[in-house]
């Protein structure tokens, strides 16, 4: 007889109904990210991260931002 190469994959045993997809999808939505107010110059920002607006993080100058021209 002759040798075959054929991968065999998993099928799965039944169709998966909707309500059983949709349901396990549930979890997916995308989640706006948590914005917070840079105590020193108001601007909104990520949390713990350095404001792109004034360079302070934790009400402490830690970068010197560029004025744009």
């Not at 054929?6 to 998966?16: G, N, S, Y």
Request: glycine share 4%.
């Amino acid at each position: 007889m002759m040798k075959l190469n054929i991968q065999m994959f998993a099928v799965p045993f039944r169709k998966v109904s909707k309500t059983r997809k949709r349901t396990r999808q549930a979890h997916k939505a995308m989640v706006a990210p948590g914005m917070t107010k840079c105590p020193t110059c108001g601007e909104v920002i990520k949390p713990h991260r350095v404001c792109k607006h004034c360079g302070s993080y934790k009400k402490q100058t830690v970068v010197e931002v560029k004025e744009a021209e």
